[in-house]
């Protein structure tokens, strides 16, 4: 991440800042050393941006508590347990963290991940002493590897071995030694550049130096078979502390993960991903990204930007999700693949983050934040169940007709994830994905705002001294509304989605008087006053989304959110014939609407809220959907409140 900002030089500002609120400088943040190169824009460093009332930020607090509410000693105990030291008498977690489980110890990573973002966020102190008593004690169990026989610097709940059965070609557990310790590498580094925490950045240089060790020693050949094997962004990591730290020696490290069998063709614009895992993919991409910002070689730009485009438009499914099985199918090939196991979770939040690379090269295309918006609200929002206190999660997504959410992974089984006998990848990407959805709001240029998403929320641009609350109940309403406080002459940037039309923009209840052109971004250039009050209105129409492969089936959406139908809890095993023609809106007030399918009335809704129902998302199309309904005109005349 890129706290660069051209105004302010990001470490002074952000020691000032601390010191103003009364932060201890040994809980501050950690800027980088380097900036990186081919951006023109830069995300505000979340601290900067306060959710206010809406679905994100009651998902965040459902997944804080539970951060807030697991065991420790549990989530230390196969640390604990292969570094022969006490559990303490801790229970052993089951699911896949399990003693015996292969890649236990990956879902700790994500924990501190999530620790370091609620304080960066809220600087709540229960999130920080979780994270720093974590660090502490990991680098315990890595200083008792002499006892164990293990290496310096190394740390994982699984035994050393398992790297040298792995670089022999012998490893048949099922373990993915690298993937796990991707993500404990990300958590320390995150808990580090958040909170300044001295023993996160001892234990991470102790085990960054061990994979260093490691694979300086073995050949290209045993390297790239290493590869074949799922190792998560070991490229982006590695890359994001060679950034940070300044030493070359991670980025030889990490252009040692370039797999050249899935970088190659990418590069040169070939879709070979059918039949490929897809989660194994997707962050070797966005590896590839980082590695653009290292080093300026464009071929790492090409790979990423292919990937991007071929993934989102021959291999996505209407919610922008990807995947069946687990894996990427032929290209365009959807009709064929609704099914129960669509729409990995982990996949989408990878996807999102190779989104945000790409954004800051090419700032200028609303191509990359409407898929970002339209996965968001689809797919990653909904995959919590806003009817547990503890925001657990969904791995699948299913879309099969009657299908409901709530579908474990094929390693395990199950439906939502649980407190203690789950522990899968998307439970761990989704803990992260619900305590940073603030990131991606707001960006900023030499001279801009940047405005991506139309979430209830309120930024503090400190380096120019202004706040700006956005207050909207979008994608109920069509419109939000932004407030300035605080003077001077900057630019708004405003994205005005590809699925609009007719979009305006007023401020202080006049005309903006710029060019409002759908898929671009409206330039808003003036001399700021407080209280200035911005309003954007993005009309919003009833469009099918058709499968790539079948011109007959197709999914419904109204704006960026793709509506479902309700089939409570009847049983299907065809997709239903929908006659669009008789699509109709009920209220202005929610995104309620009427049809008839198969001959009887359906309620259709937002997908995002079909949490506990069957429902079906792709639909046999039968006549054109309206433009408009009385609904949706009284709607487009209505004013929202926040």
Not at 99 to 105: A, G
Request: hydrophobic share 40%.
């Amino acid at each position: 991440m890129n706290f660069k900002d051209t105004s302010t030089p990001w470490n002074y500002l952000v020691l000032l800042v601390n010191l103003l609120l009364g932060i201890s400088i040994a809980h501050a943040q950690v800027a980088p050393v380097l900036t990186e190169t081919g951006v023109s824009a830069y995300p505000f460093d979340i601290s900067q941006i306060t959710l206010t009332s809406s679905r994100f930020l009651d998902n965040q607090g459902r997944t804080l508590t539970y951060l807030k509410y697991v065991n420790l000693d549990r989530l230390l105990y196969v640390y604990r347990n292969n570094h022969g030291l006490s559990t303490n008498g801790a229970t052993a977690n089951g699911g896949w963290d399990a003693p015996t489980f292969p890649f236990r110890s990956h879902w700790q990573g994500h924990a501190l991940t999530a620790w370091a973002q609620c304080y960066a966020q809220l600087k709540d102190s229960e999130c920080l002493s979780r994270a720093q008593t974590f660090t502490a004690e990991l680098l315990k169990c890595q200083q008792n590897n002499a006892a164990k026989g293990y290496s310096t610097g190394y740390l994982s709940g699984f035994p050393e071995s398992d790297f040298t059965a792995l670089e022999s070609g012998t490893l048949t557990s099922g373990n993915v030694p690298y993937y796990v310790m991707h993500k404990l590498l990300a958590g320390l580094l995150d808990v580090y550049r958040w909170t300044g925490d001295a023993n996160s950045k001892t234990v991470l240089l102790a085990l960054g130096g061990w994979v260093n060790t490691r694979t300086a020693k073995l050949s290209t050949t045993t390297m790239q078979s290493v590869l074949n094997t799922e190792h998560g962004g070991m490229s982006e990591v590695l890359t994001d502390m060679y950034f940070q730290f300044g030493d070359s020696t991670w980025l030889t490290v990490a252009k040692r993960f370039d797999h050249t069998a899935i970088m190659t063709p990418l590069a040169n614009n070939q879709d070979s991903l059918n039949g490929l895992h897809a989660n194994t993919q997707i962050p070797k991409w966005i590896g590839a990204a980082r590695e653009f910002k290292a080093t300026a070689n464009s071929t790492y730009k090409s790979v990423a930007s292919n990937a991007w485009n071929i993934a989102t438009s021959a291999h996505s499914y209407a919610i922008g999700a990807n995947s069946q099985a687990e894996h990427f199918r032929a290209a365009n090939a959807v009709a064929g693949y609704l099914t129960n196991d669509t729409a990995e979770a982990c996949n989408s939040y990878n996807m999102l983050k190779l989104t945000r690379e790409l954004f800051v090269m090419s700032p200028t295309s609303t191509t990359y934040f409407d898929f970002y918006e339209r996965t968001l609200y689809n797919h990653l929002l909904p995959q919590q169940n806003p009817g547990d206190s503890h925001g657990q999660v969904t791995y699948f997504t299913p879309l099969n007709p009657g299908g409901k959410r709530g579908v474990g992974p094929a390693w395990g089984g199950g439906t939502w994830s649980t407190d203690y006998d789950s522990f899968w990848c998307c439970q761990g990407t989704g803990v992260e994905t619900n305590t940073k959805f603030q990131d991606s709001i707001y960006f900023y240029d030499s001279s801009s705002l940047i405005v991506n998403l139309f979430i209830p929320s309120k930024l503090t641009w400190t380096a120019r001294s202004v706040t700006v609350t956005q207050t909207t109940t979008y994608p109920i309403s069509d419109t939000t509304t932004l407030t300035v406080s605080g003077s001077g002459t900057w630019a708004m940037k405003i994205r005005i989605p590809s699925w609009t039309s007719g979009a305006t923009i007023t401020v202080n209840g006049a005309s903006a008087g710029i060019t409002v052109t759908t898929g671009t971004y409206a330039t808003l250039s003036r001399t700021w006053a407080s209280g200035d009050v911005v309003v954007v209105k993005l009309p919003m129409q009833l469009r099918a989304i058709k499968a790539n492969d079948n011109a007959a089936l197709a999914a419904v959406a109204y704006g960026p959110i793709i509506l479902s139908g309700n089939y409570g809890n009847t049983a299907l095993s065809v997709a239903p014939t929908l006659t669009f023609g008789g699509v109709s809106r009920t209220a202005s007030t929610a995104l309620g609407f009427t049809a008839t399918a198969n001959g009887a009335k359906v309620t259709l809704g937002p997908f995002y809220d079909a949490a506990t129902i069957n429902y079906v998302v792709y639909w046999t199309t039968n006549g054109v959907l309206p433009t408009t309904t009385v609904a949706a005109a009284a709607a487009a005349s209505a004013t929202p409140t926040a």
